[in-house]
């Protein structure tokens, strides 16, 4: 996660300060080094799935309102998926 921040500041000229998790990466350490490194927004979060049959996480029973998240809630917390929710349910 260093090493990616750093090369895209190194090739683009930008800070990143928002994350997904690949492959069900997100954790407890995870969000501390994002809060280390200056990240502000992670999108791992996937309401609707449910991925433990791949050794993922569960997401069925996660909101898709943005929550605070990390060290101290330093994290802003923005649910991505592809499932339907809401009224198209």
Same mark, same amino acid.
């Given at each position: 996660?260093?090493?990616?921040?750093?090369?895209?500041?190194?090739?683009?000229?930008?800070?990143?300060?928002? /994350?997904?998790?690949?492959?069900?990466?997100?954790?407890? %350490?995870?969000?501390?080094?994002?809060?280390?490194? !200056?990240? @502000?927004?992670?999108?791992?979060?996937?309401?609707?799935?449910? /991925?433990?049959?791949?050794?993922?996480?569960?997401?069925? %029973?996660?909101?898709?309102?943005?929550?605070?998240? !990390?060290? @101290?809630?330093?994290?802003?917390?923005?649910?991505?998926?592809?499932?339907?929710?809401?009224?198209?349910?």
């Amino acid at each position: 996660m260093r090493t990616l921040r750093s090369t895209i500041e190194e090739n683009l000229g930008v800070r990143p300060v928002v /994350f997904k998790a690949g492959c069900y990466g997100l954790s407890r %350490d995870i969000l501390e080094i994002m809060v280390e490194q !200056g990240y @502000e927004v992670d999108c791992s979060t996937a309401p609707g799935f449910d /991925f433990r049959s791949d050794g993922g996480p569960n997401f069925l %029973d996660s909101c898709i309102d943005c929550f605070w998240c !990390g060290p @101290e809630e330093k994290i802003l917390g923005i649910p991505t998926t592809g499932a339907l929710t809401g009224l198209w349910q």
